[in-house]
Antibody, heavy 118, light 108 residues
Framework: QVQLQESGPGLVKPSETLSLTCNVSGYSISNGYYWGWIRQPPGKGLEWIGNMYHSGTTYYNPSLKSRVTISVDTSKNQFSLKLSSVTAADTAVYYC???????????WGQGTLVTVSS | EIVLTQSPGTLSLSPGERATLSCRASQSVSSSSLAWYQQKPGQAARLLIYGASSRATGIPARFSGSGSGTDFTLTVSRLEPEDFAVYYCQQYGSSLYTFGQGTKLEIK
């Protein structure tokens, strides 16, 4: 059973960098698939942030591309999200997920709430 | 960017009834790129349907998806108590993944 679990600080100050990690169990990241992040601001819809293939190829939402970095650590079987220069608009529940091909996400984490506030 | 609009926003039904959820796209979507998810509070989202009409592994036969072009439908033929949740549609197009705003299926 593939399982994903997000971890990281629940509170980030404005202008700082949000950093989250997704630990994967039940499947080795180095075996393939795309791994990425989706977020949901309070009371709003889901927004795709970006994905990375295990080899390192990345795909980002154009609206966030200048601030986002997704990286993979195959030795720890985890991948990470960094979002720089955050504002209150980046307050959201952040989900990590596995993407199949170019179409859908078959496994998701439970999500972690990150609040941007001083 | 393709915008997905789900309706209704909230659907109130009783166990045993049939649920029909709609997802309308602002422009034509490839059927292979349309998926549906179920989400319950505090839980990971669960893939139900991919390719507009294919059930994901382990999904009961009471869930079915249909549609093409700009109009897609998720149907739950006979609601079970565990089916009451929020449902999202999602598409991939022009290098961007977008989601609908969700339909909340609540017990009447």
């Amino acid at each position: 059973q593939v399982q994903l679990q997000e971890s990281g600080p629940g509170l980030v100050k404005p202008s700082e960098t949000l950093s989250l990690t997704c630990n994967v169990s039940g499947y080795s990241i180095s075996n393939g698939y795309y791994w990425g992040w989706i977020r949901q601001p309070p009371g709003k819809g889901l927004e795709w942030i970006g994905n990375m293939y295990h080899s390192g190829t990345t795909y980002y939402n154009p609206s966030l591309k200048s601030r986002v970095t997704i990286s993979v650590d195959t030795s720890k079987n985890q991948f990470s999200l960094k979002l720089s220069s955050v504002t209150a608009a980046d307050t959201a529940v952040y989900y990590c997920a596995r993407r199949v091909g170019t179409t859908y996400f078959d496994y998701w984490g439970q999500g972690t709430l990150v609040t941007v506030s001083s | 960017e393709i915008v997905l609009t789900q309706s209704p926003g909230t659907l109130s039904l009783s166990p045993g009834e049939r649920a029909t959820l709609s997802c309308r796209a602002s422009q034509s979507v490839s059927s292979s790129s349309l998926a549906w998810y179920q989400q319950k509070p505090g839980q990971a989202a669960r893939l139900l349907i991919y390719g507009a009409s294919s059930r994901a592994t382990g999904i009961p036969a009471r869930f079915s998806g249909s549609g093409s072009g700009t109009d897609f439908t998720l149907t739950v033929s006979r609601l079970e108590p565990e089916d009451f949740a929020v449902y999202y549609c999602q598409q991939y197009g022009s290098s961007l993944y977008t989601f609908g705003q969700g339909t909340k299926l609540e017990i009447k």
